[in-house]
């Protein structure tokens, strides 16, 4: 029962996630900086402590207990990660919902889900999985199979965005993805989903905090909403940063008083899109509650956001006007994903 619950909770996190950008869609003239910000305000700083509160009281007291050498870590990782943050929002914006979700996804989800298991190989901690765990054990080797198919799910997925830009005029980009751009969005994706995978090196580093708010009698299915809040004060540091360079760069600062805009509509779907945002990692959270962090919750996590992606990138007609091959090759892509899954959580209920 745990097993499916962690499923079922990584499965509405990855719907959150992989359709956190739809809001964006509805905001007008104002330029990426501006409503990616805006977003993020609510991402990084407003929904992360108030979904704490009201799952751990008492947080803030738990943070400043934390040794500053924790603190310091997690807020770093979380610095990293908001680099591939940036960059994400960069490829989805050259490569489309589906492949540059796949892409992005793709590598976070292998440098997420494996570099843990080598740390905790050289350092072992109870409860955690080592790469000898996955090397030597069959549960251990099953999810290991999984973490393999998916990437060659990932890798077909790209396959089919190669196969979509040969076969796409000018005119079809316009319909799907205006600034469809293979090379860039690659080069853009890679980085973005190495950087990406630092989200997870950040749970681990923040864990004593989660370990506290146990200890204290919290909800263990709630634990990490405490080290969220530490870990994206890194996020949102990188993003403000960038966004604010941008901003005076582009003479976009007028964005968010410009009365010739929809300026409600902008905020509130700017708003809306940061806040699913972050419900990926509150429901994240209660899956790792379930499964145990490591492999096993990273790869199904990354998992169900690239098919929920990729759905709603059919959705949006994004391979309108490629070839019935192409159309396969991005649907053998997904299957193969949506295969990983079921492999991966099979070997974690063994465990």
């Given amino acids: 029962m745990h097993g499916i619950l962690g499923i079922f909770f990584h499965l509405i996190g990855g719907f959150a996630s992989g359709s956190f950008y739809m809001p964006f869609k509805k905001v007008k003239k104002w330029s990426w900086e501006s409503y990616w910000i805006i977003g993020g305000l609510f991402s990084w700083l407003i929904v992360p402590p108030l979904a704490a509160w009201l799952t751990v009281p008492g947080f803030a007291g738990i943070i400043r207990e934390t040794p500053s050498h924790i603190i310091g870590i997690t807020i770093l990782f979380g610095v990293l990660w908001g680099m591939g943050g940036l960059t994400y929002g960069l490829g989805v914006r050259y490569l489309g919902m589906s492949l540059g979700n796949s892409v992005v996804l793709g590598f976070c989800s292998a440098f997420g889900a494996l570099v843990p298991s080598f740390y905790y190989n050289f350092f072992p901690a109870p409860g955690k999985t080592c790469f000898n765990d996955l090397l030597t054990k069959g549960w251990g080797q099953i999810v290991l199979a999984g973490i393999v198919l998916c990437l060659i799910g990932i890798y077909i997925c790209g396959r089919a965005g190669m196969m979509k830009e040969k076969e796409l005029t000018s005119a079809d980009k316009l319909k799907s993805v205006s600034e469809f751009n293979l090379r860039k969005g690659l080069i853009v994706a ?16 923040g864990k004593p905090m989660a370990d506290t708010a146990v200890s204290l009698g919290m909800n263990p299915l ?3 909403n405490v080290t969220y ?6 996020g949102l540091a990188t993003n403000l940063i960038w966004c604010m360079i941008l901003n005076a760069r582009n003479k976009s600062f007028k964005d968010y008083t410009n009365k010739a805009t929809p ?3 902008n905020y509130f779907y700017s708003a809306l899109a940061g806040t699913i945002w972050f419900m990926q990692f509150f429901f994240y959270g209660m899956g790792e509650s379930k499964l145990g962090n490591g492999a096993s919750s990273w790869i199904l996590h990354m998992a169900f956001i690239i098919l929920i992606a990729n759905l709603w990138g059919i959705a949006l007609k994004e391979w309108n006007g490629v070839s019935k091959k192409t159309k396969t090759t991005i649907t053998l892509g997904i299957a193969t994903i949506i295969m990983s899954v079921l492999l991966v ?7």
């Fill in 229 to 234: 809040v530490v870990l994206l004060w890194g």
């Fill in 345 to 351: 959580g099979f070997g974690n209920s063994l465990k």
């Fill in 222 to 224: 709630y634990q990490n």
């Fill in 190 to 205: 890679v980085f973005s989903g190495i950087m990406s995978a630092c989200f997870n090196f950040g749970i681990e580093a």
């Fill in 263 to 265: 300026l409600f509509n």
